[in-house]
């Protein structure tokens, strides 16, 4: 078995290595509560696990030496002095407020840790509704940008076919110039052709009298 003297000497040591990493793991759980840190984004999550397998493993050990002092004192054949016996109860005390302090810290580690991720989920879910509205937004402005292009290709197909019907509103103001025209000029197309039914007209009397001439003639001349 060890000696005394090796045992206070470890003991003391653990002792203050352990209250550094417990202040420091006490300092991790406030600093969670007051920053409300995304936990897997800061690297908090990562963090406390370390720290609280080191102080676990630490408390063991001190556990560990304190049995071992005890059994110390209980060694009849080597009986310790009465300072070893109060310093040896002094680890044992120290002991048991460690482990009383480590359990309470573990509990608002736990605590901070809940409300961040709590917090976190939270954000998550705002952030999250955000991205739909956001996301639902931008797919009404693409319908609305998309009825504003519709709209404008009507507007310009109207305009086209206005300008068409100016076209051909103008071909057919041409063109029923052209018959009016036309029309104001039949009178006169009339008058000539009357003449030339007149003419012909006479014409074919003047041949019918010079053929029945001709045929009295002919049968004076016969007979």
Not at 44 to 62: C, G, N, P, T, Y
Not at 124 to 147: M, P
Not at 152 to 179: C, H, K, V
Request: proline fraction near 1%; glycine fraction near 4%; hydrophobic fraction near 35%.
């Amino acid at each position: 078995m060890a000696s005394y003297d090796s045992l206070h000497r470890q003991c003391r040591t653990l002792e203050a290595l352990f209250d550094t990493k417990l202040t420091a793991y006490a300092r991790l759980a406030s600093s969670i509560a007051r920053n409300h840190d995304d936990l897997e984004a800061g690297g908090s999550s990562e963090r406390w696990k370390d720290l609280e397998i080191e102080v676990d493993e630490l408390l063991e050990k001190l556990q560990e030496i304190n049995d071992q002092l005890s059994a110390l004192s209980s060694d009849t054949e080597n009986p310790p002095s009465q300072s070893m016996l109060r310093a040896i109860q002094r680890h044992r005390e120290v002991y048991l407020d460690y482990a009383r302090e480590l359990r309470r810290t573990k509990g608002n580690v736990k605590t901070a840790l809940d409300q961040a991720n709590l917090l976190s989920g939270v954000r998550n879910d705002i952030d999250a509704y955000k991205s739909s509205a956001a996301d639902s937004l931008l797919a009404e402005r693409g319908h609305i940008d998309s009825s504003h292009r519709m709209t404008d290709d009507i507007l310009a197909q109207a305009y086209e076919t206005r300008a068409e019907f100016g076209r051909q509103r103008t071909t057919i103001s041409g063109i029923n110039a052209r018959m009016q025209g036309v029309l104001s000029s039949m009178p006169g197309i009339s008058n000539l052709l009357s003449m030339i039914k007149t003419r012909r007209r006479r014409d074919a009397v003047i041949v019918g009298c010079v053929i029945g001439i001709c045929t009295v003639l002919l049968l004076m001349y016969m007979f």
